[in-house]
């Protein structure tokens, strides 16, 4: 308990005071942009190449699997599922779908990547207390990255194009 109570007393005078800088500093630089709409073919690729993005940085093995790159891969995920949002065919049942599926593997992971991140801090900081490994085999993490690498890799086998058109169907 001490260990979250001293990240988070750091995280509050450190990284939020950045992070208010930091989108200050981009709404200024978009304050100016034009308030025209993309035109389909420019959103179509934009669309595309954020789906390729996460295509290619998805895991492929959940055995040794760096967490800096599962952090990349979740990104990119969040990034596509945002970029969805600009497409027009936004009231299909199969966008919905997607929309859902993105959704829950973005939130597992995130949970994943925290669970590690505390775990970590929990050996590194925590030397005179025993962990005992989650009995529990929904716990286990061992468990839960190869069933969340499984849905990433079906949510993102379909090439960029048979995205799009599994989606306007």
Request: glycine share 2%.
């Amino acid at each position: 308990h001490r260990i979250c109570d001293d990240i988070e007393a750091r995280t509050r005078a450190q990284i939020f005071e950045n992070v208010i800088a930091h989108l200050q500093s981009n709404a200024q630089q978009i304050a100016d942009w034009p308030s025209q709409d993309l035109n389909p073919s420019e959103l179509r690729e934009r669309i595309c190449a954020g789906y390729l993005e996460a295509r290619k940085l998805r895991p492929r093995k959940s055995n040794k699997i760096d967490l800096d790159d599962l952090h990349g891969f979740r990104s990119a995920l969040v990034d596509h599922y945002y970029q969805l949002d600009f497409f027009h065919h936004a009231e299909t049942k199969r966008f919905a779908k997607h929309k859902a599926r993105l959704k829950e593997l973005r939130t597992q992971l995130g949970l994943y990547l925290d669970h590690c991140h505390l775990q970590t801090l929990a050996e590194q900081h925590s030397s005179q207390h025993v962990l005992s490994q989650a009995k529990d085999k929904n716990l286990n993490t061992g468990k839960i990255l190869p069933r969340l690498i499984k849905e990433a890799r079906e949510i993102f086998d379909p090439s960029s194009e048979e995205m799009l058109e599994i989606l306007q169907e």
